[in-house]
């Protein structure tokens, strides 16, 4: 069986004015710069082996369907439909190197980082243009602030494995890997306020450092951040 695993390791609501507020991010994102290309899709497995396959089990349901539709889909179950979801991955040719990256992960620790990576992708997800041009020259500061943010509330929730090779390498390429997933959760309310509050402070700390364009540009994901988040 072929799915579609997304392999980046894999990552506010204030008051802003109400002619911001009506102006849509694609229309901000036309008044910028040139257009970038488009980013690579994550290849597909043929899936060989997975954890506890011998003893029957099937693929673990919220594996099964984030690599068939991505974490909004492993979001969508019943028993995660209060919170929002982070799966950490790592590719090993052993599975010990698996096991033990799973023992040692923790969500106190290491949970900071699988958000920073998706607030980041959320702030690039909808820009057409480079976001420095998006949002200014201090963009690479906003990024520092976010990854030095210590986010609070997040719970392991599972961890599993597969063995497998990606499709396109099935014809004398590359081995079989283990592909090491751990799901990690974190309630909704505490992740969004934490979020709101991180980002208007961003917001404060970086003003007169951007143009008014840029400044609105941010103003706008803001309002709408987590919309498709």
Sequence with gaps: MK?????AVILVLFSCSS??????????????????????TAPAL?????????????????????LEGGIGAAESLEPYRNSYLFVAAIR??????????????????DFSRLAAERIRTRLERDLTVSPAHFYGANYTRILRAIYRTVFWGARKEND?????????????????????FILVSIPRD?????????????????????TKTQNDAFDTVRTHFFEGF
């Design 19 to 40: 002619s911001i507020s009506r102006r849509t991010l694609s229309e901000v994102v036309q008044e910028q710069g040139p257009v970038l290309p488009p980013q690579r």
């Design 92 to 109: 090993s040719p052993d599975l010990a190197v698996i096991t033990q990256w799973v023992r040692n992960f923790s969500p106190d620790q």
């Design 46 to 66: 043929q899936i060989r082996g997975y954890k506890n396959r011998e003893n029957g089990a099937a693929l673990a349901p919220w594996l099964r369907a984030y």
């Design 160 to 180: 599993s494995w597969i063995f497998g090779t990606p499709v396109d390498a099935e014809n004398g390429g590359d081995p079989p890997l283990y592909w090491g």
């Design 190 to 210: 505490s992740l969004e306020i934490q979020v709101h509050k991180l980002l208007g402070d961003l917001r404060n700390s970086t003003e007169g450092a951007a």
């Design 3 to 7: 799915f579609c695993l997304g392999l």
